[in-house]
């Protein structure tokens, strides 16, 4: 038996990583120096990306019989709708966005994990670690203070966003904290404006006032109140401090009531510039954090861990070489990050803009651009991460196209009726074919890596090769065999 892989942090990222390996058969142990879950709400949105790629171990039906499914998110201004997004889009088994609150997430993550025989173990921190050619020596402490060695061939610090595996690599977190400061309440509230499963933003000239549906009649509220003179971080807010942001920047007769949550914060936008070094790799907060706007931070981090897992475990396990597989983890989900932070800052820029000519400016473009179905259209995709596409990795051959079908680097779509691209117990690549001795041939040949039988073609002519996290490595022609079976010899050649 291996030694485990360490998975620092039991955040949502660290669950769904230790879900990942543990569905793969990859031995993992998983720690947090927290004493028990978050039961805050943080998160709210589980994307359809996340959704699709969840699908893969089976969760997906567990979170939407524990969610709220909301068809979109309507801009106000002076009390008329600037537009709507629809999240409806297509294309997915999920057009939809799932809320549920994070603390509802890490409980449904880690109860499929201990399904699966693996356990957190709570109350242990990480405190340094050796990084070497073959593994890491980290040093874990326990509740009761006592320090143990554990060698482990690989580790992941999904440990947040004052990750210690960050710092224990002296990577720095570049990037910068928005000077202004921001409210957030849980609370119950009646007397919304818009559908009540759906977001709502008030843009106001003061600032803007966000709602989101969390379960029905109980939302989050966030607002922006500027920067405090000195720069200090303000107090939480108060409930009536709350209700006088609904009363200023919302509609009338809104009320707030039952608080769970209040809270201040201020927005970082930090990332690293490269996710991995030797035998240790970061995910999620630990190596990328941004607005809230968009709700984008935890499925970002979350799919960081479904693209690390599947490579991981096919190098654990024997089954392809080191790299390219590896070195594609930080390349693919570092130029992920850039985008996810560059949309998340535009977006809350728009959102806080100050002085009245420009604000006009803004609600009079907003109108025009939100009334063209096709830009609506982009925007609810975008936030879907459904458009998450891999061009530049070296995992995918440039330049692969085919009028019917996705290409290169592209996700490929789920079709109705068909299993989950990576489903099951061991990471598998898909080929979509019409069936052939050739076919049988090499699918035969790369069998541990590759599905025993080649789906339905997209559409005649071509091939496409499917990773098994949804996303399309080549398409060739039809009967271009030497190109699967070049990239499949690549991913298997060792040295
Ligand atoms: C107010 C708020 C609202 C948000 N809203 C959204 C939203 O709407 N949509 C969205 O996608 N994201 C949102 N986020 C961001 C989201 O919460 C984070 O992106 C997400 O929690 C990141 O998950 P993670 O697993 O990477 O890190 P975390 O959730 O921070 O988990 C890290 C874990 O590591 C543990 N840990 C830390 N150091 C050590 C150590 N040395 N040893 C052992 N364990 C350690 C911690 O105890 C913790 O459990 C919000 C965040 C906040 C605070």
């Not at 809270?263 to 070094?277: D, L, T, W």
């Not at 479904?306 to 096919?314: D, E, G, R």
Request: proline share 7%; with cysteine; hydrophobic share 45%.
């Amino acid at each position: 038996m291996p030694q485990p892989i360490l998975i620092v942090g039991a955040g949502p990222v660290g669950l769904t990583l230790a879900v990942e390996l543990t569905r793969f058969g990859v031995p993992v142990r998983i720690v947090d120096r927290a004493a028990v879950r978050t039961d805050k709400s943080k998160a709210l949105v589980l994307w359809s990306r996340s959704l699709e790629l969840m699908d893969r171990t089976g969760e997906t039906s567990a979170f939407l019989a524990a969610g709220m499914r909301s068809g979109g998110a309507n801009i106000l201004a002076k009390g008329r709708q600037l537009g709507r997004v629809s999240f409806t889009t297509e294309g997915t088994p999920y057009p939809f966005a799932l809320m549920i609150p994070q603390s509802e997430t890490e409980r449904l993550l880690e109860e499929h994990l201990a399904a699966r025989g693996v356990t957190v173990g709570r109350q242990v921190e990480l405190i340094r670690f050796t990084p070497g050619a073959d593994g890491v020596e980290a040093v874990l402490r326990g509740v009761d203070g006592s320090e143990e060695t554990v060698q482990a061939p690989w580790m992941i610090g999904c440990d947040g966003a004052h990750s210690a595996v960050r710092h224990g690599l002296g990577m720095a977190f570049e990037g910068d904290t928005l000077p202004s400061q921001w409210v957030l309440a849980d609370v119950h509230l009646k007397g919304l404006p818009t559908a009540p499963d759906e977001l709502a933003l008030f843009w106001h000239a003061d600032g803007v006032l966000a709602l989101f549906p969390i379960s029905p009649g109980r939302y989050r509220m966030i607002a922006d109140i500027g920067e405090t003179s000195d720069g200090t971080a303000r107090p939480d807010p108060t409930l009536e401090e709350v209700q006088d942001l609904l009363d200023r920047r919302g509609q009338p007769g809104m009320v707030a009531s039952d608080p769970i949550w209040l809270a201040g914060f201020r927005i970082n936008e930090r990332k690293v510039k490269s996710y991995s070094a030797g035998r240790v790799f970061l995910a999620g907060d630990a190596a990328h954090i941004h607005s809230p706007a968009g709700g984008q931070g935890m499925n970002t981090g979350m799919q960081d861990a479904f693209n690390l897992a599947w490579k991981l475990a096919l190098v654990v396990q024997g089954k392809a070489a080191a790299e390219p597989l590896l070195e594609s983890y930080s390349i693919e989900r570092s130029a992920v990050g850039d985008i996810v932070l560059s949309n998340a800052g535009r977006m809350t820029a728009v959102a806080t803009l100050r002085g009245s000519a420009k604000q006009t400016l803004r609600n009079l473009m907003a109108s025009l651009v939100l009334h063209v179905p096709a830009i609506r259209r982009v925007m609810g995709r975008t936030l879907s991460e459904l458009t998450i596409a891999y061009p530049q990795s070296p995992l995918t051959v440039p330049g692969g196209r085919h009028s019917g079908g996705p290409a290169a680097g592209d996700r490929m779509p789920p079709r109705p009726g068909e299993p989950p691209i990576g489903a099951g117990d061991t990471p598998r690549f898909a080929l979509f074919a019409e069936a052939s001795p050739e076919a049988t041939e090499l699918l035969a040949r790369y069998g541990a890596l590759m599905e025993a039988t080649p789906r339905a073609p997209i559409a005649p002519g071509a091939m496409w090769l499917v990773r098994p996290d949804g996303y399309v490595a080549l398409v060739a022609k039809a009967g271009e065999w030497a190109e699967i079976e070049g990239y499949l010899g690549r991913l298997v050649a060792k040295g």
